[in-house]
Nanobody, 120 residues
Framework: QVQLVESGGGLVQPGGSLRLSCAAS????????MAWFRQAPGKEREFVAG????????KYIDSVKGRFTISRDIAKNTVNLQMSSLKPEDTAVYYC?????????????WGQGTQVTVSS
């Protein structure tokens, strides 16, 4: 059973920084793609950033490029999202997700979510 547990959310001022972490467990993650999604009030859940576990190939949506950095630590089985220059529109519940790229096109493992609020 794959388990993903997020941490690091909270309240931050505009322009500030925050680091989210996702602890992954349950199996080895070869062939997995890990990702961060977010869901803002009144909006659909959206993909934010992704990373392949084995090769650290990354992908970002345009709105966070240059501000957010996704990374993974193989030794610690963690996926991180370093967020900087935060804006009020970044306010959302952030979710860690995972999928086996060989078996599914859908992210089928999810964390519980962590709230990020950007406000003065």
């Amino acid at each position: 059973q794959v388990q993903l547990v997020e941490s690091g959310g909270g309240l931050v001022q505009p322009g500030g920084s925050l680091r989210l972490s996702c602890a992954a467990s349950g199996r080895t993650f070869n062939n997995y793609e890990m990702a961060w999604f977010r869901q803002a009030p009144g909006k659909e859940r959206e993909f934010v950033a992704g990373i392949t576990w084995s090769f650290s190939s990354t992908k970002y949506i345009d709105s966070v490029k240059g501000r957010f950095t996704i990374s993974r630590d193989i030794a610690k089985n963690t996926v991180n999202l370093q967020m900087s220059s935060l804006k009020p529109e970044d306010t959302a519940v952030y979710y860690c997700a995972a999928r086996n790229v060989l078996t599914t096109t859908q992210y089928n493992y999810w964390g519980q979510g962590t709230q990020v609020t950007v406000s003065s």
